[in-house]
């Protein structure tokens, strides 16, 4: 079935998406965030209700926290500190 062509204009990210997809780049080159652990994170922790409801990007923020916070790279209570500052 042909639909048109394929639109491949790239959408203009908000600056939360650029800064959680710096973030996993930077996870990814210290060796702390893997392909298989996001997709273990996405697939087998969140429930599909849950997946579902977040949208792409903040996936990735979940995906980063609880990875994160499983291997003691930064405590919930980092986690929770530093996302009330980000709020002020």
Do not use: C, H
């Not at 298989?36 to 994170?41: K, L, N, P």
């Not at 990735?60 to 994160?68: C, E, P, T, Y």
């Amino acid at each position: 079935m042909n639909e048109g062509p394929l639109d491949i204009r790239e959408d203009d990210l908000k600056l939360y998406e650029r800064r959680a997809d710096a973030m996993v780049i930077l996870l990814v080159g210290r060796g702390f965030y893997t392909l298989d652990a996001s997709r273990r994170v996405a697939e087998i922790d969140l429930s599909a209700d849950e997946y579902d409801s977040i949208r792409y990007y903040d996936r990735w923020l979940v995906q980063a926290r609880r990875l994160m916070t499983e291997l003691d790279v930064i405590s919930e209570a980092e986690v929770e500190r530093e996302i009330v500052v980000a709020r002020d």
